[in-house]
């Protein structure tokens, strides 16, 4: 005790660290509280202090420093020292007990206010690291508001990492920049966003394009305050671009054309696209759970199947022609492609097949195989088959030590009969003809059509050249024959040549060069007979002892006639009716023969083919042909001529040489100028030859060529594609008659549709009349040639008609119409009406001798008869039209029936009194024509 009152008597300080705060003792204060706390002590219930809780911490302290006022006070108090030390010796017990439990309620509090901040750092540690490793893109972005409070632009605020790898685009290009100045392309919508998201205060998500970068994302946008906007974006750019390959593939699959169709691994059916319903007629219901075999059409057997599914097996995919069945029947061809989809394991999983019908190029196909090898009309043989045959003839002919007789037959007459009873009869005696020689040979011989009246004929595995004598002379008989034909009964004879091989021991083209010179020699002898080739040298001793014959005659009058110049060139003119110019002229020979007047080429080139004379007159006409060249030159007129050219003068050793001192001789007149034209069945002896010389024409002298009577021959596409021609001339034989045959004007139209295809010019030959040019430029043709636009005439002349050709005003008219494909159509039936009433009046009129040239007087087989068939399975024509039109029909058939009936012996008022009727119904006729279509006049 006396240590106690001893010891100094100083205020108790209680001082905490920076974690809490200072607490201190005044007297002032222990005065105020010391009754409390007496009263407290006194009563025995503050004989310990409690420990306090964290929150509750200032309290403690504030205890804590009034019993340190209270003991240092304590002496003063006036109960006395005694006192005092009794209440200190009570209360220190209790004193510490309280301190300790405030220390330890501070170390307590400490520790847990470090662990506070450590794991307020980390957190931020990990913030920060997920901030700039995140996937996400981060953008915080400041509204930029109008007076109104509007937002009308942002800021970019902060960005992290992950945004600038998104866009490719540096921070600092964005930070403080506005989306107006870097974005402005996509401002607009975002500003729209930012609007939603403020008025609904909810988060929003959608898709987004960003603007110049090609890219999408997946954003989510909430508000972070009254102004801020935080931006969340995720890269979906792959996933947008599967998207739209996926809706690419769908396309692909609904609208291709091609017929596609996926099975299961058992071939069952799981889907079909509109187009093989389309091309099966069965719709996706019927197919789906379906076998493909449900197509199949018969014509293929188990083996065909199983090599397509061990293909399918061993490589993936198998792709061939198949023939298959329609819904309704039909069989039809498809170019079938199946290809296996494989899983995770390499195993089928899925097939796919694809697929187009092909019907109608296979049929294409095999016509044009058919008309490749075989003649159209006659259905015989052509020059390509009968080539492969006779080579094979002549193998066989070598083997067996057997005769082979190569037979070359020409139809005396046929012309006329052309030209009497109409090209329609014409074919149908070719028909019978080859019919006859058929029946009359035997089973190993071989006929051939060459072209136009010209057959072919081998005799194999002779023993004589009595046996080929003998066959000649009962297919000459069978010939001889009248013929029987739309009422007509006609009498042909036919001159024919023959060579024998080996006896004639050449090669298959001379071989058959020689038996056409022979049948030349037969047509010389007075027709309607059979020459048979002699070797060189027994035609010469036979020479000496007989003199000349009427062939060496002949070659010697035109030797004569060289030499005393009476040979001449005339030029036919050549126009363009759309423009109206002269842009050319044929050059054609003419013999001006001393006794028999101006002769034509048909009366002395065949005799002189294949002789030394036939180069020599070649070259003439070449020379010639520069002369007037160059003499129109003069005068101010540039044409180009053609001039006709035998493939034995092209095929000359020193052609080319010759042709080009030609050029060089006339140095003022262009290569251009000269034009080759040159036969198409001429060129199939040697395409390959005659080929090569026109190519090098072309290229190396600048020379064009033109293939002259195309549509004569028999491999016209093998023609264009491989002879370097510049123009493509339509046979007059098919022009003349086109507007009344059918066929020809088909063909007519295909000559000049092939001559387009191949970017070849097209100019028709036998332009006889002016309706003849007006179909020719309805139909695609503008170059003309023929009698309707000036005869052949000397070079003079010529000059001076260029001079004042003006084109037709019918061709100038239609050359200024534009016309629908139907108006076409329609124009062309107008002009194909009246012609054949004009034909028809020509008939009836008909005064001489010979039978009347008739028009088409079978309804089916006119052009109005054909047009109509086509038409009335609907083309948008008036109905009711087109039945008005097919009453007339039928009327104009009975009554032109009548009128035949009556000729030519018959009542000639009653004649005139059908003439009128069928003359009203062709004009009610083409009336109903101009109504269908606004048609106008010609």
Known sequence: MVEAEARPRQPVNVVFSNDCASLSGSNSEWFSQSEWLLQRL?????????????????????????????????????????????????????????????????????????????????????????????????????????????????????????????????????????????????????????????????????????????????TDCYQADSDRFVVLLQDVSSNKKAEENLRLLARVFSDAHEGIIITDVDAKIIDVNAAFAQITGYDRNEAIGRNPSMLKSGRHDAEFYAQMWHALNEQGHWQGEIWNRKKSGELYAELLTISALRDSSDKAAHYVGLFSDITESKEQQQALEILAHYDALTQLPNRTLFADRFRQAISHCKRTESLLALCYLDLDGFKQVNDTYGHQVGDDLLVEVAERIKANLRECDTVCRLGGDEFALLFENLQSPQQCEDALKRIHTALAEPFLLDDHRIRIAASSGVTLYPLDNEDPDILLRHADQTMYQAKLAGRNCYRIYQPLLEHQRLSQHAGFGRLQQALADIRDAMAQSQFCLYYQPKINSRTGKVVGAEALIRWQHPERGLLGPSEFMPIIESTPLEIDISIWVIRQTFQQLQAWMEKGLVLQVGVNVSPRFLQWQNFLVTLDSMLSEYPAVSSKQLELEVLESSVLDDLIAVGEILKQCHYQLGVPSALDDFGTGYSSLTHLRHLTINTVKIDQGFVRNMIDDPDDQAIVESVIGLAKAFKRNVIAEGVEQIDHGVVLSVLGCELLQGNAVARAMPGDDLFEWAMRFKNPPAWQRVSELTLSQQQKQLLLLGIQQRYWLKLLQEAVKHTTDAPPRWPVMNPKRSHLGQWLLRVQAGDGFDPALLQRISQYQDQQTLLIERLRQQHPSGNQAMMDELMAQISAISLSIEQALKQMGAIPEK
């Not at 004989?47 to 302290?61: K, R």
């Not at 206010?113 to 490793?133: A, P, S």
């Not at 930012?194 to 970068?213: D, I, M, N, P, Y």
């Open 42 to 218: 006194g009563s025995g219930k503050a004989t310990a202090i409690e420990p306090q809780p964290l929150a509750a911490f200032s309290d403690s302290a504030l205890a804590v420093n009034l019993f340190a006022h209270g003991l240092s006070n304590a002496d003063k108090s006036p109960v006395g020292n005694d006192r005092s030390l009794a209440a200190w010796n009570g209360f220190l017990p209790h004193a510490m007990a309280a301190v300790l439990s405030v220390l330890i309620v501070l170390v307590y509090g400490i520790v847990r206010l470090r662990r506070e901040i450590g794991r307020h750092q980390r957190c931020e540690t990990d913030l920060t690291l997920l901030y700039n490793t995140m996937s996400l893109g981060f953008v915080l972005h400041e509204a930029i508001r109008d007076g109104e409070g509007r937002i009308i632009d942002y800021r970019y605020l902060e960005l992290n990492p992950a945004f600038e790898r998104m866009t490719g685009i540096r921070r600092n290009d964005w930070l403080g920049k506005t989306a107006s100045s870097v974005a402005s392309g996509s401002q607009r919508s975002w500003l729209d966003h930012f609007a939603e998201v403020e008025h609904s205060q909810t988060a929003k998500r959608f898709e987004t394009c960003a603007h110049g970068l090609d890219l999408w994302f997946m």
